[in-house]
């Protein structure tokens, strides 16, 4: 049993049992008389016992008399509140079952192509522990049927789809080398719009790109067994086209390539780094007003 675990249900075993942890960052204003009650024991117990024994007994008398001051219920229904929350998210947490898949590979740089009307895709990529190179015959990419020819104004998509034999290739994770026979990469992205003009275009747009490579340890041999890699990235499309114009002088457009040159993705925070860090916000904003109210 994990550490993680036994915390979670020593919290829940506290919360079953209404006990509520002295965070002082939650603590409740005490009342004029509660305050003045707390001096007076102060007095008692730094009191010399044999000099001040006399001096201190009216006080004593006087609080057996009016009761001590109250132990602040509310106080402790708010603790109790807390901690069954906290408790129920680490809970959630730590119980929550693992994904059947195993995390894709991050791409962090290289580049991918397709260039021409009838080419196909090329993709040249690494990243943490490995590296893979696919590509093969053409497939469905956007700007080879959206542009064919365009012009000025028309919109023109970035992305594209391959499978079959646009897949095939190999890929090296671990240092261990496996041949790619097949899958699918979809490539999405913003489109462009052609802009009127009179020269040759390059156009520029965000992309994510997302594989489902099937592969097998190198050589694979007569119908191998296979698994699947899932492979993600993005970057930036370049695509390039050609201006020509017709008989009357308007200009036209067509595809020569695209390039997709692929980014170190920017990390996102973990749902459980977000939640520690805002629990530690409103602890802090509540021992602030704490601290500063009058």
């Not at 991050?106 to 522990?129: C, E």
């Not at 970035?158 to 079959?164: D, T």
Request: hydrophobic fraction near 40%.
């Amino acid at each position: 049993m994990s550490n993680k675990f036994t915390f979670c249900l020593y919290l829940n075993s506290l919360c079953a049992l209404g006990i509520s942890l002295p965070f002082s960052a939650f603590r409740l204003p005490f009342n004029a008389e509660d305050a003045e009650v707390r001096r007076e024991h102060r007095q008692i117990l730094t009191a010399d016992r044999s000099a001040e024994y006399i001096s201190v007994l009216p006080l004593i008398k006087r609080r057996l008399r009016k009761g001590f001051p109250s132990q602040h219920p509310e106080r402790k229904f708010c603790m109790s509140k807390i901690l069954c929350l906290f408790a129920t998210l680490l809970m959630m947490a730590a119980l929550t079952p693992a994904t059947a898949n195993a995390d894709p590979l991050v791409i962090t740089s290289g580049t991918g192509s397709v260039t021409g009307l009838s080419g196909g895709p090329s993709f040249n990529v690494t990243g943490l522990n490995f590296a893979a190179s696919v590509g093969g015959s053409q497939g469905s990419s956007q700007p080879q049927t959206g542009c064919f020819p365009c012009v000025p104004g028309a919109t023109v998509g970035v992305g594209g789809f391959f499978g079959g034999s646009s897949v095939l290739g190999s890929i090296t994770i671990d240092g261990t080398l496996y041949s790619v026979i097949g899958g699918t990469i979809t490539i999405s992205g913003t489109p462009v719009t052609v802009p009127n003009s009179t020269s040759n275009l390059t156009l520029t747009s965000p992309f994510t790109f997302s594989a489902n490579l099937n592969v097998c340890p190198f050589p694979c041999g007569f119908q191998p067994p296979f698994s699947t890699v899932n492979v993600t990235g993005g970057g930036i499309a370049t695509l390039n086209l050609q201006v020509g114009f017709f008989p009357n002088g308007n200009p036209l457009f067509q595809f020569t390539n695209i390039t997709y040159d692929f980014q170190t993705p920017v990390p996102t925070p973990e749902p459980m780094t977000i939640l520690l860090f805002g629990g530690g916000l409103v602890g802090l904003a509540a021992k602030l007003r704490h601290r500063w109210r009058p």
